[in-house]
């Protein structure tokens, strides 16, 4: 294909001031979008290409944005198809075994709401069995959430040091001890105690694999392996079902009642699970012994020079004391404490709501909370693929789902009639489990090195989740049947997370949209046979470019 003069590749060697050596070339394009500080004046809106399947001459590449030659000098090892065969082992190896865990996460951390309606007017209920009201029953979300919240941060930090297998491997395998023991509660405060402990050791899973992905992918590739991750993890509505409701008819056999041996069960699986991630889950790049030393160079070299890296310190004070000084940690936290209180009510509540609307029997409850698996599957598959094409900006996303939200509820709120209900409360719901995956992507685009990374990840996703302890509390019983109170607050509370999510995206508006367009820019280098070297320097949203030299 015919190039332009501005555009012709010439191969030169390092006395033409160029960066390769005479086996290798530098070009300059036109896509004028990466940050321009520390460029020469003739270079400004301009990126530099180089040929594939070598490694980059350090020579004259100090000036090029967000280029570190000690870390990036293998990104161009790969071929563009070597590339994609790589990633596909990297995805079999790690997605696979992170989304079985978030399923069972999703099923053990909610399976309360169904054992709720389980054996319903029966002796063998839960809440008949334990003694407990239905507003006393609404706290063992909250006192779940308490130590959830206050352990996701520090148990963050653990990942490295640890190690992913080992530290993930410990979560699960406690928490599924615990699960095992709520089959033996015999009163309100031995299940409190429960969910406290459940909470506790659950902490870290969810932010300790979004962490682990920031080791292997760049920010603009987690979209498709969050749209896997996600997927799966909302199977768990309609596994939670079908249990609760095969559970339920075997309520009374072996002395059981239908909830315990859903606790039992369900622990046992998931501490069986723990073992398998102990031995098979990968760590990082340089430990994975399915790779040769080339793809682990290249693994690495590709990522951005914010992304944590395992070459780096277990941990440094520092960094999180700057991540508690970054505005755009406390507005994403702001983002999902106001979204999270908004909707998780709903969540909880749903299959409650379902039998107040009147399908009273396990059966159909739960069979009519399956569309809303479907759906919100079907909605992360479309806007996840849609979202990795990088052609809209990636808040308009999160943004949609919110205004969809909104709309739901003032639904929900005027309760026209029975099938308007249930139809807004399938579509919110979906909205609201589809509304993370969406948010991810863009959250680790501002994330820093390891400690940093671990700590604002832990931070955004702990006390964001301040709504699994207040929302069920917006649902009290005296609200009940049509919650309109319950659904006024929520909509105030929607409205504010679509006003934190257009300040966040003001804010970092620059690091989204050199990354998005960076995205676009490597795909069609790709198909060229090339490389870009230059990449996203999340410090400009700051006016500042800090090269980080020392740090690891």
Aim: aromatic share 12%; glycine share 8%.
């Amino acid at each position: 294909m015919p190039t332009s003069k501005t555009d012709q590749v010439s191969p030169v060697g390092p006395e033409d001031g160029n960066l390769s050596s005479s086996s290798s070339y530098i070009r300059k394009g036109k896509e004028g979008f990466v940050a321009t500080e520390g460029i020469s004046e003739d270079d400004k809106g301009k990126l530099h290409y180089v040929r594939r399947g070598q490694e980059i001459d350090d020579h004259d590449t100090d000036l090029i944005a967000g280029y570190e030659a000690d870390q990036m000098r293998a990104r161009a090892l790969l071929t563009s198809e070597e590339e994609k065969k790589l990633l596909r082992r990297i995805n079999w190896h790690i997605m696979p075994l992170c989304a079985i865990a978030f399923l069972l996460k999703n099923i053990d951390a909610n399976n309360v709401s169904n054992a709720r309606i389980m054996n319903r007017g029966s002796d063998q209920n839960i809440l008949k069995q334990l003694g407990m009201t239905a507003n006393e029953f609404n706290f063992v979300s909250t006192i779940y959430y308490i130590p959830y919240i206050i352990a996701e941060a520090p148990s963050n930090l653990f990942i490295k040091r640890m190690s992913p297998s080992t530290w993930q491997s410990r979560i699960m395998i406690t928490w599924g001890i615990v699960l095992c023991c709520h089959a033996a509660v015999k009163n309100k405060e031995g299940l409190y105690a429960a969910r406290f402990f459940l909470g506790l050791f659950e902490a870290g899973l969810f932010p300790g694999v979004i962490l682990q992905l920031c080791y292997w992918y760049r920010p603009d590739e987690m979209s498709r392996r969050l749209l896997y991750f996600y997927i799966l993890g909302n199977f768990s509505t309609v596994i939670s079902g079908v249990l609760a409701f095969a559970f339920d008819g075997v309520s009374g056999k072996g002395a059981l009642s239908g909830w315990q041996w859903l606790f039992l069960v369900e622990g046992l699986a998931t501490i069986v699970f723990g073992v398998v991630l102990f031995f098979c889950l990968p760590d990082f790049p340089p430990t994975a012994k399915w790779l040769s030393e080339k793809e682990k160079a290249f693994v690495q070299a590709r990522l951005p020079i914010n992304a944590p890296r395992s070459a780096e310190s277990n941990f440094k004070l520092r960094e999180i004391f700057a991540s508690l000084k970054d505005t755009k940690m406390w507005l994403f936290t702001l983002c999902w404490a106001t979204f999270t209180v908004g909707t998780y009510g709903l969540t909880f509540y749903q299959p409650t709501v379902i039998v107040n609307l009147g399908f009273t029997s396990i059966a159909k409850s739960q069979l009519l909370n399956i569309p809303t698996a479907v759906l919100t599957i079907s909605i992360i598959g479309i806007l996840g693929l849609w979202a990795d094409t990088a052609r809209l900006p990636r808040p308009l996303y999160p943004l949609a789902l919110l205004i969809a939200i909104m709309a739901c509820y003032s639904v929900l709120y005027t309760f026209p009639n029975t099938g308007g209900v249930y139809a807004a409360t399938i579509i919110a719901a979906s909205c609201a489990s589809s509304w993370y995956p969406m948010m991810w992507p863009w959250r680790v685009q501002t994330t820093e090195r390891a400690t940093g990374s671990a700590f604002s990840i832990g931070f955004v996703n702990s006390y964001g989740q301040i709504g699994g302890a207040l929302g069920p509390q917006i649902f009290r019983s005296q609200y009940a049947p049509h919650y309109t109170v319950s659904f006024a607050i929520a909509m105030s509370l929607v409205g504010c997370a679509i006003v934190m999510n257009l300040i966040t995206w003001y804010v970092t508006r620059r690091t989204e949209k050199e990354t998005r367009m960076l995205k676009l820019a490597m795909v069609k280098a790709a198909k060229r046979g090339e490389a870009i070297l230059e990449d996203v320097d999340i410090h400009v949203d700051r006016g500042l470019r800090q090269r980080h030299k020392g740090d690891i």
